[in-house]
Nanobody, 115 residues
Framework: QVQLVESGGGLVQAGGSLRLSCTASGRIFGIPDMGWYRQPPGKQRELVAVITSGGSTNYADSVKGRFTISRDIAKNTVYLQMNSLKPEDTAVYYC?????????WGQGTQVTVSS
């Protein structure tokens, strides 16, 4: 019943920046844990960043210092600010909300970083 829609992906040069957004619709009770995952071509999906219901954040080692996750609870939106992008950041990025006992996923947005 919860639908997530990502936006903000695209093609950027190495060293550039990009901001991803993910907005949820549907019934959400309380404050969910929110996260971003990515799946590089030919590889498994991996966790990028998470912001818990209490507001604490965690990042994959590969993106620490470059990416920032944030949220607007009133808008049911989570953001991922990506700076100093590298070619290895190229992937389909997915947002995730943990709503009660259910996981909701967005459709994915492509991020491509050229050399």
């Amino acid at each position: 019943q919860v639908q997530l829609v990502e936006s903000g992906g695209g093609l950027v040069q190495a060293g550039g920046s990009l901001r991803l957004s993910c907005t949820a619709s549907g019934r959400i009770f309380g404050i969910p844990d929110m996260g971003w995952y990515r799946q590089p071509p030919g590889k498994q999906r991996e966790l990028v960043a998470v912001i818990t219901s209490g507001g604490s954040t965690n990042y994959a080692d590969s993106v620490k210092g470059r990416f920032t996750i944030s949220r607007d609870i009133a808008k049911n939106t989570v953001y991922l600010q990506m700076n100093s992008l590298k070619p290895e950041d190229t992937a389909v990025y997915y947002c995730n909300f943990e709503v009660g006992s259910r996981s909701s996923w967005g459709q994915g947005t492509q991020v491509t970083v050229s050399s």
